[in-house]
């Protein structure tokens, strides 16, 4: 039996070797791989620095090396996995391509630029190195909006894609903040308080990557927990309304110090997350797929969100009387918001990874798994190394919020080397297997030409994926493959 590979549409779903059956909007599986692979080396890259500013984070949690160290995590961590999602996800729910695979691969090297180059220019005190990051933050969002505006115009796909769209403007706004502060760095145009610095975590962890994972995951949770809720899913799509407007709303109350913005605003984001974690629940309940370690990851990560609310509450209760204590709790609080955040990208990034390298391998022809049957999911990642992943980023997470809390060096430097002991084990434990059934493809290939095989391994060739399957993948239900 002889796949033919579905018609591929202009723009950035036209790609070499897209293999039958997948939507013919999925954009080449480097676009999102480049950004995943770079959030992991992110993460090494957060542990080593919060391991570095542990001293400085317990005497100020507001001092410039810690201000580093927040952006490696926030930069080339988080919104690195987020862009690597949008980049894939926007596609795959609105089926219209990127405008540009090559606006994609622009995208992705201003960002890494923009979020290496800050954190190094405000650790060396290089102002011109941190210039040069605000430019490159400011322009990777435009390319970004650039390239998702086309796909994003389509009408009638739901919360998802609202979530999406509110994503980028999230994504924009922060990426010109960010851009002014690093300004301000220049010439000290404006009073950067404390309250200005946490508007610009509340506006990129919840008005742009906050709302993004809420959105994607009202997509990703029925498929990969195998849950049908039934109805109209109405908590879900509070959740994105909520998310995105209570930052709206929040982030300039506390910028300019409007309690009749903030507190409402709190209200509303508190709401909207209240409305996630119902949705999260009803998909829980309607599951169909047995309790696993994706449903550990996925629970956990949801546990940060209350642990992040009483340690914000606390911070407000506690700042009138004592500023230290207060910070450190204000500091613990975006740390456990962020704690949400990482735990459900480490957790996605088991389900989605493995799903494009599957792709990306049965482009170049493979097509069968390590024991000579058909290619599954599972066989592309070691599941004991995905639970040490699992308990080290929840380990790394619980140590960073109770160091910066209490602040205790010794814990903050314990998250850091458990962050990072995360991130090698995350980006070895998801390429390694893929990349070695790679090299053997490419030395089997010279053989097969001998024995007078085309040497050619592309996405026509024969599959041993049954017949049932193979007829529902080219009708374009590639989705049915996930839940492997
Ligand atoms: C997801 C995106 C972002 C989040 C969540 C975020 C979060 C934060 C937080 C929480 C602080 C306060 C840190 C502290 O006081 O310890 C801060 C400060 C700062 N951020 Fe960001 N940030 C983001 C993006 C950016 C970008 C894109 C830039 C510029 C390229 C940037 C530049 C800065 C600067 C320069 C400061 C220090 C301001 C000062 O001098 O007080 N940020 N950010």
Same mark, same amino acid.
């Given at each position: 039996?002889? &796949? &033919?590979?579905?018609?591929?549409?202009?723009?950035?779903?036209?790609?070499?070797?897209?293999?039958?059956?997948?939507? /013919?909007? $999925?954009?080449?599986?480097?676009?999102?791989?480049?950004?995943?692979?770079?959030?992991?080396?992110?993460?090494?890259?957060?542990? $080593?620095?919060?391991?570095?500013?542990?001293?400085?984070?317990?005497?100020?949690?507001?001092?410039?090396?810690?201000?580093?160290?927040?952006?490696?995590?926030?930069?080339?961590?988080?919104?690195?996995?987020?862009?690597?999602?949008?980049?894939?996800? &926007?596609?795959?729910?609105?089926?219209?391509?990127?405008?540009?695979?090559?606006?994609?691969?622009?995208?992705?090297?201003?960002?890494?630029?923009?979020?290496?180059?800050?954190?190094?220019?405000?650790?060396?005190?290089?102002?011109?190195?941190?210039?040069?990051?605000?430019?490159?933050?400011?322009?990777?969002?435009?390319?970004?909006?650039?390239?998702?505006?086309?796909?994003?115009?389509?009408?009638?796909?739901? !919360?998802?894609?609202?979530?999406?769209?509110?994503?980028?403007?999230?994504? %924009?706004?922060?990426?010109? %903040?960010? +851009?002014? =502060?690093?300004?301000?760095?220049?010439?000290?145009? =404006?009073?950067?308080?404390?309250?200005?610095?946490?508007?610009?975590?509340?506006?990129?962890?919840?008005?742009?990557?906050?709302?993004?994972?809420?959105?994607?995951?009202?997509?990703?949770?029925?498929?990969?927990?195998?849950?049908?809720?039934?109805?109209?899913?109405?908590?879900? #799509?509070?959740? *994105?309304?909520?998310?995105?407007?209570?930052?709206?709303? %929040?982030?300039?109350?506390?910028?300019?110090?409007?309690?009749?913005?903030?507190?409402?605003?709190?209200?509303?984001?508190?709401?909207?997350?209240?409305?996630?974690?119902?949705?999260?629940?009803?998909? $829980?309940?309607?599951?169909?797929?047995?309790?696993?370690?994706?449903?550990?990851?996925?629970?956990?990560?949801? !546990?940060? %969100?209350?642990?992040?609310?009483?340690?914000?509450?606390?911070?407000?209760?506690?700042?009138?009387?004592?500023?230290?204590?207060?910070?450190?709790?204000?500091?613990?609080?975006?740390?456990?918001?962020?704690?949400?955040?990482?735990?459900?990208?480490?957790?996605?990034?088991?389900?989605?990874?493995?799903?494009?390298?599957?792709?990306?391998?049965?482009?170049?022809?493979?097509?069968?798994?390590?024991?000579?049957?058909?290619?599954? =999911?599972?066989?592309?990642?070691?599941?004991?190394? +995905?639970?040490?992943?699992? +308990?080290?980023?929840?380990?790394?997470?619980?140590?960073?919020? !109770?160091?910066?809390?209490?602040?205790?060096?010794?814990?903050?430097?314990?998250?850091? *080397?458990?962050?990072?002991?995360?991130?090698?084990?995350?980006? *070895?434990?998801?390429?390694?297997?893929?990349?070695?059934?790679?090299? /053997?493809?490419?030395?089997?290939?010279?053989?097969?030409?001998?024995?007078?095989?085309?040497? &050619?391994?592309?996405?026509?060739?024969?599959?041993?994926?049954? #017949? #049932?399957?193979?007829?529902?993948?080219?009708?374009?239900?590639?989705?049915?493959?996930?839940? #492997?």
């Amino acid at each position: 039996m002889v &796949t &033919t590979p579905a018609p591929a549409p202009a723009g950035g779903g036209a790609w070499e070797g897209r293999p039958a059956g997948l939507p /013919g909007a $999925v954009p080449p599986p480097s676009v999102p791989l480049s950004f995943l692979a770079a959030s992991a080396i992110g993460l090494v890259g957060c542990g $080593v620095a919060w391991a570095w500013v542990s001293g400085t984070a317990a005497s100020d949690p507001t001092a410039d090396p810690v201000v580093a160290a927040v952006h490696v995590g926030v930069l080339a961590t988080l919104s690195m996995g987020v862009l690597g999602a949008t980049h894939q996800f &926007t596609p795959v729910i609105t089926a219209r391509p990127l405008r540009s695979v090559r606006l994609a691969r622009a995208t992705f090297a201003g960002w890494l630029a923009a979020a290496w180059m800050l954190p190094l220019g405000i650790a060396t005190e290089q102002v011109a190195v941190t210039a040069v990051s605000g430019a490159m933050a400011g322009l990777a969002v435009v390319l970004l909006a650039v390239n998702l505006t086309g796909p994003l115009s389509v009408r009638g796909k739901g !919360a998802s894609v609202t979530a999406l769209r509110v994503g980028v403007s999230g994504a %924009l706004l922060t990426g010109f %903040l960010g +851009a002014a =502060f690093v300004g301000d760095r220049q010439g000290n145009w =404006f009073a950067l308080s404390g309250h200005v610095d946490v508007a610009m975590g509340v506006l990129g962890l919840f008005g742009w990557l906050g709302v993004t994972y809420v959105g994607v995951a009202e997509k990703l949770w029925p498929m990969f927990m195998l849950a049908h809720v039934p109805g109209r899913r109405l908590p879900g #799509r509070l959740a *994105v309304w909520g998310v995105g407007l209570g930052a709206v709303l %929040l982030a300039p109350g506390l910028a300019w110090s409007v309690t009749g913005l903030a507190v409402p605003g709190a209200g509303i984001l508190a709401a909207g997350l209240g409305c996630h974690l119902v949705s999260l629940g009803m998909h $829980v309940r309607h599951r169909r797929r047995k309790a696993d370690l994706h449903l550990a990851y996925l629970v956990t990560a949801a !546990a940060w %969100l209350p642990v992040a609310a009483g340690l914000c509450l606390a911070a407000v209760l506690v700042l009138p009387t004592d500023h230290h204590a207060g910070t450190a709790l204000a500091a613990a609080g975006v740390a456990a918001a962020a704690g949400w955040l990482l735990e459900a990208l480490v957790g996605h990034a088991h389900k989605v990874v493995p799903f494009i390298a599957w792709s990306a391998l049965r482009a170049r022809g493979v097509t069968n798994g390590p024991a000579g049957k058909p290619l599954m =999911f599972a066989d592309l990642y070691d599941s004991r190394w +995905a639970a040490v992943a699992y +308990a080290s980023v929840t380990l790394g997470v619980a140590a960073l919020c !109770a160091g910066l809390a209490a602040s205790t060096p010794g814990l903050t430097a314990l998250s850091g *080397v458990v962050l990072s002991i995360c991130g090698i084990v995350v980006a *070895v434990n998801l390429s390694a297997i893929p990349l070695r059934m790679l090299r /053997g493809r490419a030395t089997a290939e010279p053989s097969r030409a001998l024995v007078g095989g085309t040497g &050619t391994a592309h996405a026509s060739a024969p599959t041993p994926i049954g #017949r #049932r399957r193979a007829e529902r993948l080219r009708r374009g239900r590639g989705r049915a493959a996930t839940s #492997r």
